[in-house]
Nanobody
Framework: QVQLVESGGDLVQPGGSLRLSCAASGSIVSIDGIGWYRQASGKQRELVAKISRGGNTNYATSVKGRFTISRDNAKNTVYLQMNSLKPEDTAVYYC?????????WGQGTQVTVSS
């Protein structure tokens, strides 16, 4: 079992920045990779960025060059640095961990980009 807790969501103006955090606990050693997903109102959940156990990263085309995923192994935490935010980035952001056959989700954190 893996538990995930997201934080850092907020209301920010267009062009602003936020850093989201995903703190993991439980069977940390079994985690193969962690991803950030988002779900805007009325839309399907989509992958934003992910980082593998080996440190490889992947990004959605819409966020490349603006968002950066990173991790601090000592703190069991994965971050999503979001810069140059746009209104279309508004969504609930979720952290997901894949560990063997299991897939675990956090409760989500709201990001609203608006003037």
């Amino acid at each position: 079992q893996v538990q995930l807790v997201e934080s850092g969501g907020d209301l920010v103006q267009p062009g602003g920045s936020l850093r989201l955090s995903c703190a993991a606990s439980g069977s940390i050693v079994s985690i193969d990779g962690i991803g950030w997903y988002r779900q805007a109102s009325g839309k399907q959940r989509e992958l934003v960025a992910k980082i593998s156990r080996g440190g490889n990263t992947n990004y959605a085309t819409s966020v490349k060059g603006r968002f950066t995923i990173s991790r601090d192994n000592a703190k069991n935490t994965v971050y999503l640095q979001m810069n140059s935010l746009k209104p279309e980035d508004t969504a609930v952001y979720y952290c997901n961990a894949v560990a063997g056959p299991g897939s675990y989700w956090g409760q989500g954190t709201q990001v609203t980009v608006s003037s």
